[in-house]
Antibody, heavy 120, light 110 residues
C-alpha cells in the first residue's frame, strides 16, 4: 500500500521560496503513474498545481496559474519528489498535498498535508 | 474560485438517501470523466468515485455517481453518521489544460 510522507516548513516569508518534499513508500517515483502537488485554501478551494511522471524520462506539467513560479523535481535515488514555489505571497497560504494519480484528477493516494502560512 | 458549482450544504437523517449535485460546462464535465472525493475536516481528501460511477476498492456501495451532460451527481443511501464530511467533484478542463474542482458540499447527518 502506497504511503506519501510530506515534509517542509509551515511558515514562509513573502517573496521567499516554498520547498516541500514528498517521500514515497510502497511505490516507485518512476512507476507508470503520475505524482502531483495540490493545495487547498478557504479562498481558492482545491487547486491542482502540477505533476511529474516517468516515460523513459521524467516530465513535468504545471497549472497555468502558477506556471511562472513552480518547479517540481524528482529524486529517484531517494524515491521522492519535491515542490518549489517562488515569489510566495499571502495568497499562497494553504494546505499543500502531494498525491498519486495516473488519471487526472483521479488521485488515489494523498500525503498528510502541510499547512503553509505566508507571513512576515 | 472553484470552477465546478456545488451546493454548499446538504443534510439528511440516518438511513435516508441524499443526492449532491455538481454543475460544469462542456469543456469539463461535458467532455471528461467526473471524480468525487470525501474529506473529513483535518484530513486529506479520499477518492470516492472515479470514471463517473466507479468505486475504488473499500468504498461502500451506498455511494454512487452519475453524469448527464454538463452535470454530475453523487448519491449516498442509507446515511450513516460517519458519512458526515465535505464532498468535492472534479474533472479535467480542456480549456484550462488541467483539472478543476467544485467548491464542496458539506453533508450533515441529522
Amino acid at each position: 500500500q502506497v504511503q506519501l510522507q510530506q515534509s517542509g516548513p509551515g511558515l514562509v516569508k513573502p517573496s521567499q521560496i516554498l520547498s516541500l518534499t514528498c517521500a514515497i513508500s510502497g511505490d516507485s517515483v518512476s512507476s507508470d503513474t503520475a505524482w502531483h502537488w495540490i493545495r487547498q485554501s478557504p479562498s481558492r478551494g482545491l487547486e491542482w498545481l502540477g505533476r511529474t511522471f516517468y516515460k523513459s524520462n521524467f516530465y513535468t506539467d504545471y497549472a497555468v496559474s502558477v506556471r511562472s513560479r513552480i518547479t517540481i523535481n524528482v529524486d529517484s535515488s531517494g524515491n521522492q519528489f519535491s515542490l518549489h514555489l517562488n515569489s510566495m505571497t499571502p495568497e499562497d497560504t494553504a494546505v499543500y498535498y502531494c498525491a498519486r494519480g495516473a488519471a487526472v484528477p483521479g488521485f488515489d493516494s494523498w500525503g498528510q498535508g502541510v499547512l503553509v502560512t505566508v507571513s512576515s | 474560485q472553484p470552477v465546478l458549482t456545488q451546493p454548499p450544504s446538504e443534510s439528511g437523517a440516518p438511513g435516508q438517501r441524499v443526492t449532491m449535485s455538481c454543475s460544469g460546462r462542456s469543456a469539463n464535465i461535458g467532455s471528461n470523466i467526473v471524480y468525487w472525493y470525501q474529506q473529513v475536516p483535518g484530513t486529506a481528501p479520499k477518492l470516492l468515485i472515479y470514471n463517473n460511477n466507479q468505486r475504488p476498492s473499500g468504498v461502500p456501495d451506498r455511494f454512487s455517481g452519475s453524469k448527464s451532460g454538463t452535470s454530475a451527481s453523487l448519491a449516498v443511501s442509507g446515511l450513516r453518521s460517519e458519512d458526515e464530511a465535505d464532498y468535492y467533484c472534479a474533472a479535467w478542463d480542456d480549456s484550462r489544460s488541467g483539472p478543476v474542482f467544485g467548491g464542496g458540499t458539506k453533508l450533515t447527518v441529522l
